[in-house]
C-alpha cells in the first residue's frame, strides 16, 4: 500500500517536471534572444552627398561604408548630387569602395539634378549604379586643381591616367569602358536613358527614388569587383539614414565658392581694419581666422590666382590714396582691380564652381565703401592741425596782459595760463592776440591768425 502511494506520487512528480519543463521551453523560445532563429529585416545604410568631392564627403561616405561593415549591413545606398570635385578624394573614396564588404549603390537623383566628373567615376565604379528620370552623369575631363594652364602633353598625360582608372572601374563592373574613355577624354555627358540604353549599358537601373530601388535590387545578383557575387535581399529592408556629423557639415558648407569668397574679403577687411588701428585685436583676429578658412577652402577649389593677385592689388591701390595724390584715379583702379579679381577668381565654367554675381557685387561695393571711408579718416587726421604740445599752440587766441613792443618781452594769458610773450608789432594791453609760434617757453603773438 504504502509503495502504492509512493509510486503514485513519483508519477505526478514527473508530470509536473515535465509539464514545467514544457512551460520553460517555450518562455525561452519566446525571449528576445532567441529570435534570431527567426528572419531578420535587412538593414540598409542610406546616405545623401550633395557636394563637392573633397575630403570632407570623402570622409563621410568612407565613414558609412565602414558603419555598414560592422554592423554586417546587406546594402549601403548613397545618393550623390555633385558638379565634381578632387581626384584624390574621389580615388580615396573609390578605393574604399572596392574593397567593401558591403555592397554599394549610387543614386543619381533625385529628377533634374547631376553626377558630373568626379560623381561620374564615383557612379560607374559602384557595385549598382542607378539614375532618376531627367538626370545626366559624364564630363569627366580632369582640369588643374589650382585653376592653373598646363601644356599640352601634361594635359594628356592626366587624361590618360584618369581615362585608365576609368576603363578599369567600369570593366571590373562589366559596364562600358568605351563610353566611360569618353567622357573623360571627350567630356561626353549622358542622360539616363543613354547610359542604361548602351551596349554594355554604363548604369545598371532608371528609378524615381531609392525606395524604388531597394525593391527593384531585391534577389538580384551582384557581382563584386573581386569576381565574387552576392544576392541582394532588400524587401521590407530596415533604411537607416546616415548624416553628417556637425564638423563634417560645418566643413562642408565652408567648402563652397561664395562661402570662400566672403571668407577671403572678411579676412582682408579685418587685417585692413587692424593695421589702421594697431592695437584693436578683435578685427586682427577674426581677419586671421577667415582668411585661415579660405585657404583651407581653396585647396577644394579650382582657385585662379591671378584672380587672388587682382583682388590684393585692388586692396592696395585703395589704401595708396591715403599717401599718393591721385584725384579718385586710385581709387576707381582698386575698385576696378577688386570687381574683375573677384570675377576670375574661380577658374571654371562649371556654374556650380563660380562665385555669385550676386555677391561679388554687394561685397566689392561695401569692401570699397569701407576701404575708401578709412582713407577719407586717415587723410581728415592728417590735415586737423595738432592739439597738444607745443604745436598746438599756433593759432590760439590769447589776450595781451601788458603792452608789447618789438624787441620786448612781456606776458600774454592763453588758454587761462600766463606766458612770455614776444611780438614783430606794438600791441596795446587788453588788445587780443594769436599766438604764431614759440622758442621755448616764450611764444611769439601777433594781432593776426597765422597759424591753420
Same mark, same amino acid.
Given at each position: 500500500?504504502?509503495?502504492?502511494?509512493?509510486?503514485?506520487?513519483?508519477?505526478?512528480?514527473?508530470?509536473?517536471?515535465?509539464?514545467?519543463?514544457?512551460?520553460?521551453?517555450?518562455?525561452?523560445?519566446?525571449?528576445?534572444?532567441?529570435?534570431?532563429?527567426?528572419?531578420?529585416?535587412?538593414?540598409?545604410?542610406?546616405?545623401?552627398?550633395?557636394?563637392?568631392?573633397?575630403?570632407?564627403?570623402?570622409?563621410?561616405?568612407?565613414?558609412?561604408?565602414?558603419?555598414?561593415?560592422?554592423?554586417?549591413?546587406?546594402?549601403?545606398?548613397?545618393?550623390?548630387?555633385?558638379?565634381?570635385?578632387?581626384?584624390?578624394?574621389?580615388?580615396?573614396?573609390?578605393?574604399?569602395?572596392?574593397?567593401?564588404?558591403?555592397?554599394?549603390?549610387?543614386?543619381?537623383?533625385?529628377?533634374?539634378?547631376?553626377?558630373?566628373?568626379?560623381?561620374?567615376?564615383?557612379?560607374?565604379?559602384?557595385?549598382?549604379?542607378?539614375?532618376?528620370?531627367?538626370?545626366?552623369?559624364?564630363?569627366?575631363?580632369?582640369?588643374?586643381?589650382?585653376?592653373?594652364?598646363?601644356?599640352?602633353?601634361?594635359?594628356?598625360?592626366?587624361?590618360?591616367?584618369?581615362?585608365?582608372?576609368?576603363?578599369?572601374?567600369?570593366?571590373?563592373?562589366?559596364?562600358?569602358?568605351?563610353?566611360?574613355?569618353?567622357?573623360?577624354?571627350?567630356?561626353?555627358?549622358?542622360?539616363?536613358?543613354?547610359?542604361?540604353?548602351?551596349?554594355?549599358?554604363?548604369?545598371?537601373?532608371?528609378?524615381?527614388?531609392?525606395?524604388?530601388?531597394?525593391?527593384?535590387?531585391?534577389?538580384? *545578383?551582384?557581382?563584386?569587383?573581386?569576381?565574387? *557575387?552576392?544576392?541582394?535581399?532588400?524587401?521590407?529592408?530596415?533604411?537607416?539614414?546616415?548624416?553628417?556629423?556637425?564638423?563634417?557639415?560645418?566643413?562642408?558648407?565652408?567648402?563652397?565658392?561664395?562661402?570662400?569668397?566672403?571668407?577671403?574679403?572678411?579676412?582682408?577687411?579685418?587685417?585692413?581694419?587692424?593695421?589702421?588701428?594697431?592695437?584693436?585685436?578683435?578685427?586682427?583676429?577674426?581677419?586671421?581666422?577667415?582668411?585661415?578658412?579660405?585657404?583651407? *577652402?581653396?585647396?577644394?577649389?579650382?582657385?585662379?590666382?591671378?584672380?587672388?593677385?587682382?583682388?590684393?592689388?585692388?586692396?592696395?591701390?585703395?589704401?595708396?590714396?591715403?599717401?599718393?595724390?591721385?584725384?579718385?584715379?586710385?581709387?576707381?583702379?582698386?575698385?576696378?582691380?577688386?570687381?574683375?579679381?573677384?570675377?576670375?577668381?574661380?577658374?571654371?565654367?562649371?556654374?556650380?564652381?563660380?562665385?555669385?554675381?550676386?555677391?561679388?557685387?554687394?561685397?566689392?561695393?561695401?569692401?570699397?565703401?569701407?576701404?575708401?571711408?578709412?582713407?577719407?579718416?586717415?587723410?581728415?587726421?592728417?590735415?586737423?592741425?595738432?592739439?597738444?604740445?607745443?604745436?598746438?599752440?599756433?593759432?590760439?587766441?590769447?589776450?595781451?596782459?601788458?603792452?608789447?613792443?618789438?624787441?620786448?618781452?612781456?606776458?600774454?594769458?592763453?588758454?587761462?595760463?600766463?606766458?612770455?610773450?614776444?611780438?614783430?608789432?606794438?600791441?596795446?594791453?587788453?588788445?587780443?592776440?594769436?599766438?604764431?609760434?614759440?622758442?621755448?617757453? *616764450?611764444?611769439?603773438?601777433?594781432?593776426?591768425?597765422?597759424?591753420?
Amino acid at each position: 500500500m504504502w509503495q502504492l502511494a509512493f509510486g503514485g506520487r513519483g508519477r505526478r512528480r514527473r508530470a509536473d517536471v515535465r509539464f514545467l519543463v514544457l512551460i520553460a521551453t517555450a518562455l525561452a523560445a519566446s525571449a528576445p534572444g532567441n529570435l534570431g532563429s527567426q528572419p531578420s529585416r535587412p538593414l540598409v545604410y542610406s546616405a545623401t552627398v550633395d557636394a563637392l568631392i573633397h575630403p570632407v564627403s570623402a570622409e563621410f561616405m568612407i565613414e558609412t561604408m565602414d558603419r555598414a561593415d560592422r554592423d554586417g549591413a546587406a546594402l549601403v545606398v548613397f545618393t550623390l548630387r555633385t558638379p565634381g570635385g578632387l581626384l584624390d578624394s574621389t580615388n580615396s573614396i573609390v578605393s574604399r569602395m572596392l574593397s567593401a564588404r558591403t555592397p554599394v549603390a549610387v543614386f543619381v537623383g533625385p529628377s533634374g539634378t547631376r553626377a558630373a566628373s568626379a560623381g561620374f567615376l564615383i557612379t560607374i565604379a559602384a557595385d549598382i549604379a542607378a539614375m532618376a528620370p531627367g538626370t545626366h552623369i559624364g564630363a569627366a575631363h580632369p582640369v588643374q586643381g589650382s585653376g592653373e594652364k598646363v601644356d599640352e602633353t601634361m594635359a594628356k598625360k592626366m587624361a590618360s591616367d584618369v581615362a585608365a582608372s576609368a576603363r578599369t572601374w567600369a570593366t571590373g563592373r562589366g559596364r562600358n569602358a568605351q563610353l566611360a574613355d569618353e567622357a573623360v577624354r571627350e567630356s561626353r555627358s549622358f542622360t539616363e536613358n543613354e547610359a542604361v540604353s548602351a551596349t554594355p549599358p554604363l548604369i545598371d537601373l532608371v528609378v524615381a527614388n531609392v525606395p524604388e530601388l531597394l525593391a527593384k535590387l531585391d534577389g538580384r *545578383t551582384v557581382r563584386r569587383f573581386d569576381g565574387r *557575387t552576392v544576392v541582394l535581399h532588400t524587401a521590407g529592408a530596415r533604411v537607416v539614414a546616415v548624416e553628417m556629423n556637425w564638423r563634417q557639415q560645418l566643413l562642408s558648407a565652408l567648402a563652397h565658392p561664395n562661402i570662400a569668397y566672403l571668407l577671403l574679403s572678411l579676412g582682408m577687411l579685418g587685417l585692413t581694419i587692424e593695421l589702421w588701428n594697431p592695437g584693436a585685436v578683435l578685427p586682427g583676429v577674426a581677419g586671421g581666422v577667415c582668411l585661415l578658412l579660405a585657404f583651407f *577652402t581653396f585647396q577644394v577649389l579650382p582657385v585662379s590666382y591671378a584672380g587672388i593677385l587682382l583682388i590684393l592689388f585692388g586692396v592696395a591701390l585703395l589704401i595708396l590714396e591715403i599717401k599718393v595724390v591721385s584725384h579718385g584715379v586710385l581709387s576707381v583702379g582698386g575698385i576696378v582691380s577688386l570687381l574683375f579679381g573677384s570675377m576670375m577668381l574661380m577658374d571654371t565654367s562649371t556654374p556650380e564652381l563660380q562665385v555669385s554675381l550676386s555677391v561679388i557685387l554687394p561685397v566689392v561695393a561695401g569692401l570699397s565703401a569701407i576701404l575708401i571711408l578709412l582713407v577719407r579718416l586717415g587723410l581728415a587726421s592728417q590735415r586737423r592741425r595738432p592739439t597738444t604740445g607745443s604745436a598746438g599752440m599756433i593759432g590760439e587766441a590769447g589776450r595781451a596782459l601788458g603792452p608789447l613792443a618789438p624787441g620786448t618781452s612781456g606776458s600774454v594769458s592763453v588758454h587761462g595760463e600766463l606766458w612770455a610773450a614776444t611780438a614783430e608789432e606794438p600791441i596795446a594791453k587788453g588788445e587780443e592776440v594769436f599766438v604764431a609760434g614759440n622758442e621755448g617757453l *616764450t611764444l611769439r603773438v601777433s594781432r593776426k591768425r597765422l597759424g591753420p
